[in-house]
Nanobody, 122 residues
């Protein structure tokens, strides 16, 4: 199984930027898709972005399109989420996930990190 751990969360002003990292260990050769989800208090877990590990194809949720960029460093087994033009509504716990098939539903992913808090102040 793949183990995931997120880092880089914190407090940032509206309009600012933040970069999240997700380091993968374990059986990383069995993972084909890595993704970012977020969850605010009282809300469902929301799809943010995903990347196909081998070819680098990307998918973004409508709420972050044009502001966030997902990328990966193959040598480091790490996926990143560059977040620009942050808004207060981006405030949430951000989770890294891994799975076999690209999708936007949390149920399609098998491995999850513990999450990292992102807070955007107004």
């Amino acid at each position: 199984q793949v183990q995931l751990v997120e880092s880089g969360g914190g407090l940032v002003d509206a309009g600012g930027s933040l970069r999240l990292s997700c380091a993968a260990t374990g059986r990383t050769d069995s993972r084909f898709v890595m993704a970012w989800f977020r969850q605010a208090p009282g809300k469902d877990r929301e799809f943010v972005s995903a990347i196909l590990w081998n070819v680098g194809s990307r998918l973004y949720g409508d709420s972050v399109k044009g502001r966030f960029t997902i990328s990966r460093d193959i040598a480091k087994n790490t996926v990143y989420l560059q977040m620009n033009s942050l808004k207060p509504e981006d405030t949430a716990v951000y989770y890294c996930a891994a799975g076999n098939i690209l999708g936007t539903s949390p149920s399609r992913y098998d491995s999850w990190g513990p999450g990292t808090q992102v807070t955007v102040s107004s």
